[in-house]
């Protein structure tokens, strides 16, 4: 087929008349004077990413290479699907920008799994329905609730397939603990993390574990992987409305490649949060909230793992759109946000649940709410800052803490820890300690008069077991008045990445802007649009990497094996 600019422009076309927004003018068009935008001029105006690059010639293609399966991109997703397919027998090579495996965190949500059953958590279909309905209303429903029913019914198929896997290498399964939520708004059972000797803390170290697991399966499998290839369009058949059947790569040495796939083309790369324009446009609060973070470091790093200043440049959903993709029909993307009120939680992405004062000394959100929501609460204070308040009886609140974070003699501890254990911890100089609530608010820097009476209300609401303000579940209400006493300060929010991209069905062939399918092309990972909307929230924990980048990309890979 003869690539040409006009018929390589004709799918960013289609991308350009989809992309309404309400603003005068893009990055890219930044040198031209502002104008009112209305209905006549909307399409008129194109955002930077909608420009495709200028196809490269036939003669510069120096290598070519064909396969059924081309999978771009090697984070977990992208390697476990690729492990999955080549497993079943399928001719598969994967490229990436990157020069490694490489994942994020470690949190794998899964329902039922054996691991599950052989640690006696017994799988309740009542808890699990009504905690999965409670993430989809806060989503507002705006997700596609085939994606999933396919993950909840094929979850527990998934982990255990993977449960093999990485124990034959030498990983182990571990679940975390739910959530301390008495009014059991989140956390449904089922949070898998892998771990070995080296790296035992697998909730933060073990994502990358199994990446690399998955690329050595791989690897045995016969699969070839490219790393340091940079993809940079896609060829769809017939002007831009056949088959997906190829995609143009460069290596590290400037050597332009064309992938050739006979089966399909499965995407793999990652988000868009590099793309400052992208981020303007498909993830407004959290571009606002911080545009000067982001725009701090703008260096786009394919190795990157936490790294929370942004993380991959879209360049899947880009390529996706050049030849046609819709893009997920939730607009705007939910941010991966975080950063609730720092204190002692039970768990590492609980939010700490005594007092929550802002900086005018005065409570400002029931304090029951885990850190994504909580951190959202944060964001819409003037200044972005909340302070926790606590007493020495907090610590006797429950019979054991979670280890993480617990420091002891200067030795951090990843066991769960005794009260006496985490006062400790307490005092050893990670918070503000005072023998006195008058000494503590001074420390912290709030209005001395404002925060004493906040936490005298705050007292007598825990004494007559009634939140009048704010209206705290009463099991959860602590009496500040026992010291020594504890003060803690957080400023601004965490990020980690931008969920979805291109629209896509259950089956994660990626959608055109008629619903309809392009043949050849699929996603995985956490650009699987519309699978997340509003937030990215934690109240199912693991649920990105569980769904999108081990129960999907497992399925896919056996589906398009058996093409």
Known sequence: ?????????????????????????????????????TYETLESKNWSWMIP????????????????????????????????????????????????????????????????????????????????????VAANHQINSRLWERWMNNSAESMDWAIDKLGAKGL?????PRYDDVDVLN??????NFWNEDHVLGVFQGAPLIAQAFADYAVEYGVEIDYNTEALYLIREDNNTGRVSAVIAKDAEG??????????????????????????????????????????????NYDAEMAYTGLMPGTGQKMGLWIGAAWQKAIPNPPMMNGGVGGPGWRVI????????????????????????????????PDQTAYGIWDANYAYTREQWEGLG????????????????????????????????????EQLGL?????????????????????????????????????????????????????????????LNVLDEEDKPLEGLYEVGTMTGDFFACTYNFAISGLNLGACCITFPYLLGRDLAAM
Not at 172 to 176: H, K
Not at 187 to 192: F, K, L, N, S, V
Not at 294 to 299: M, S
Request: glycine share 8%; net charge negative; proline share 5%.
């Open 172 to 176: 182990y399964p571990s679940l975390a």
């Open 350 to 381: 609980d939010s700490f649940c005594g007092l929550n004062l802002a900086s005018d000394g005065k409570r400002f959100h029931n304090e029951n709410t885990n850190f994504a929501f909580a951190g959202y609460d944060k964001m819409y204070l």
């Open 187 to 192: 956390g449904i059972p089922g949070e898998h």
């Open 406 to 441: 617990c420091t002891i003699n200067n030795v951090t501890s990843y066991q769960p820890s005794t009260p006496d254990q985490a006062l400790e911890s307490w005092k050893a100089g990670r918070y503000v300690v005072a023998d006195t609530l008058e000494d503590l608010v």
């Open 255 to 300: 050597k332009y490649i064309k992938y050739e796939a006979n089966v399909a083309i499965v995407l793999a790369t990652g988000d868009f949060s590099k793309d400052p324009d992208m981020m303007a446009y498909y993830c407004p609060f959290a571009w606002k909230q911080m545009k000067n973070t982001f725009l701090a470091n703008t260096e786009v």
């Open 447 to 507: 209005p001395k008069e404002e925060a004493l009476a906040s936490i005298a209300r705050y007292n007598e609401y825990a004494k007559n077991g009634v939140d009048e303000e704010y209206h705290v579940n009463p099991a959860l209400l602590h009496p500040i008045d026992t010291p020594p006493f504890f003060g803690s300060k957080s400023t601004g929010g965490g990020f980690l990445t931008v969920m979805g991209g291109l629209r896509c069905d259950e089956k």
């Open 1 to 37: 087929m003869e690539l040409n600019r006009r018929s390589f422009l004709k799918g960013a076309g289609a991308a350009a008349a989809a992309a309404v927004v309400a603003s005068t003018t893009s990055v890219a068009a930044a040198d031209e004077a502002p104008k009112v935008l």
């Open 53 to 136: 690059p200028e196809p490269i010639a036939d003669e510069d293609i120096a290598e070519v290479k064909t396969h059924d399966i081309v999978v771009i991109g090697s984070g977990m997703s992208g390697l476990c699907c690729a492990a999955s397919a080549a497993e079943m027998g399928a001719d598969v090579i994967v490229f990436s920008a990157g020069s490694k495996p490489i994942s994020r965190g470690g949190s794998i949500q899964a329902i039922g799994s054996k691991y599950e059953a052989e640690q006696g958590v017994e799988d309740n279909p009542d808890l699990r329905r009504e905690q999965i309905m409670m993430d989809q």
